[in-house]
C-alpha cells in the first residue's frame, strides 16, 4: 500500500506569506521556508512584524479567501486521490489553512495552531509536533506503508529524506542545488507520471 505524502504551500497551493506581504507592502514578509531553513527564526521575525504593523489574524484570513490553488492542483490531486491516499504535511496553520483548504475539497491536513490575543494579532503558535513532515512519514513506514513525498522547501527535506521516494516540486534553485539527490519536477503531470511510475 503506498501513500502520497505532499507540502501545501508551494505545491498546492500559493505561498501564504508573499500573498500577505503583497497585499500589506510590507516586503520582509516576503521571507519563507524557501529562504530560511530555521521555522522558529522565521516565525519570530514573521509575528514580531505583525504585532508592529497590528495585522490580526482576521486580516490575514480576508486575504487567504482571496487566494486560489495554483493553476492545475486541484485536477493534480483529485487524480492522485483516485489512486492512493494523500495527507497534507504542512508548516501553516489551522486558522490559514480553512480559507483555501476548501477550495481543494478538503483533503487530510496536518499542521500547526496560532494563538492570537483578544484584539485578534498572533502571539504565538503551537507546534503539533517537531518535526512532524519526517516523524509522520516514519509512522507510516512503520505500518507498512510505502512514502512518496514531494515538497519544495527546506522544511521539506527531512521527509524527503524519511520517504521511500523524495520528489522535489517546483523548489527554488537554492534548494534544487544543495539537494540534488532529489528529483525535481515544474509540471503536474511530469510529478503525476513519476509518483505512478515509484508504486
Given at each position: ?84 491516499p494523500v495527507i497534507i504535511l504542512s508548516d501553516t496553520f489551522s486558522q490559514f489553512s480553512k480559507p483555501i ?99
Amino acid at each position: 500500500m503506498h501513500v502520497i505524502c505532499l507540502d501545501l504551500e508551494g505545491v498546492l497551493i500559493p505561498e501564504i506569506w508573499i500573498n500577505v506581504a503583497e497585499e500589506t507592502g510590507i516586503k520582509e514578509l516576503m521571507k519563507t521556508t524557501r529562504d530560511e531553513p530555521n521555522y522558529d527564526k522565521l516565525m519570530k521575525f514573521r509575528l514580531e512584524i505583525l504585532e508592529n504593523s497590528g495585522i490580526t489574524l482576521d486580516y490575514i484570513q480576508e486575504i487567504i479567501r482571496s487566494m486560489d490553488p495554483l493553476d492545475g492542483a486541484i485536477e493534480f490531486l483529485t487524480s492522485i486521490q483516485k489512486k492512493f491516499p494523500v495527507i497534507i504535511l504542512s508548516d501553516t496553520f489551522s486558522q490559514f489553512s480553512k480559507p483555501i483548504i476548501e477550495k481543494l475539497h478538503n483533503p487530510t491536513l496536518f499542521c500547526h495552531t496560532l494563538e492570537t490575543s483578544e484584539s485578534g494579532i498572533i502571539t504565538g503558535w503551537n507546534i503539533r509536533l517537531q518535526d512532524h513532515k519526517r516523524k509522520t512519514v516514519e509512522y507510516l513506514k512503520s505500518l507498512n506503508f510505502t512514502v512518496i513525498a514531494s515538497g519544495d522547501s527546506y522544511n521539506d527535506i527531512s521527509m524527503l529524506e524519511a520517504a521511500n521516494s523524495g520528489l522535489l516540486f517546483r523548489a527554488p534553485i537554492n534548494v534544487i542545488d544543495e539537494f540534488p539527490q532529489f528529483p525535481h519536477f515544474t509540471e503536474y503531470n511530469d510529478l503525476l507520471t513519476e509518483i505512478i511510475a515509484k508504486t
